[in-house]
């Protein structure tokens, strides 16, 4: 039996990881799932969240914002996410300002009816999603709520 995964992960924009990994663990929409080697084929979608890779190197994150994710005969798994970052690759300033933005535009927002508050949520979430799998990458102080 074979002990490792193909495992490709890629947005609309590029290949963000491709290799042999031991395990895989995903945000679905059902619940957290982890692959292993000759697990059955299936397909789900992705929720945001963080995504665990483990392979010859380690463990990796890498933060996950939407997609699908099909698991194939022959130790094959591939996933589209709307976006993803490999944990060393986030910048945390950009994704602070980001979420503080989208949280700022929710409070104006409040005395209009033209906002779609579902696209502001999920703008904060997937900021705040991003600055979870960094600052767990960097191991930095874990942060505050607005």
Do not use: C
């Not at 039996?1 to 290949?15: D, H, Q, R, W």
């Not at 665990?52 to 698991?71: C, N, P, Q, R, Y």
């Not at 005969?73 to 690759?89: D, H, I, P, Q, R």
């Not at 535009?105 to 209009?112: G, H, P």
């Amino acid at each position: 039996m074979n002990n490792t995964i193909y495992f490709k992960i890629a947005t609309p924009e590029k290949v963000v990881y491709e290799k042999d990994v031991f395990q895989v663990s995903l945000p679905t929409t059902s619940g957290e799932i982890t692959v292993l080697p000759n697990h059955i084929p299936l397909v789900s979608v992705l929720q945001t969240g963080e995504m665990k890779l483990k392979d010859a190197e380690g463990e990796h994150l890498i933060a996950v914002s939407g997609g699908f994710v099909e698991v194939r005969g022959k130790n094959e798994v591939v996933v589209l996410a709307n976006s993803a970052e490999m944990e060393n690759e986030i910048d945390l300033e950009r994704a602070e300002t980001a979420r503080l933005a989208a949280i700022e535009q929710m409070k104006i927002a409040k005395s209009t009816e033209n906002v779609d508050f579902a696209k502001l949520q999920a703008i904060v979430d997937r900021e705040m999603n991003r600055l979870r799998v960094g600052r767990k990458y960097r191991k930095l102080q874990p942060m505050k709520d607005s």
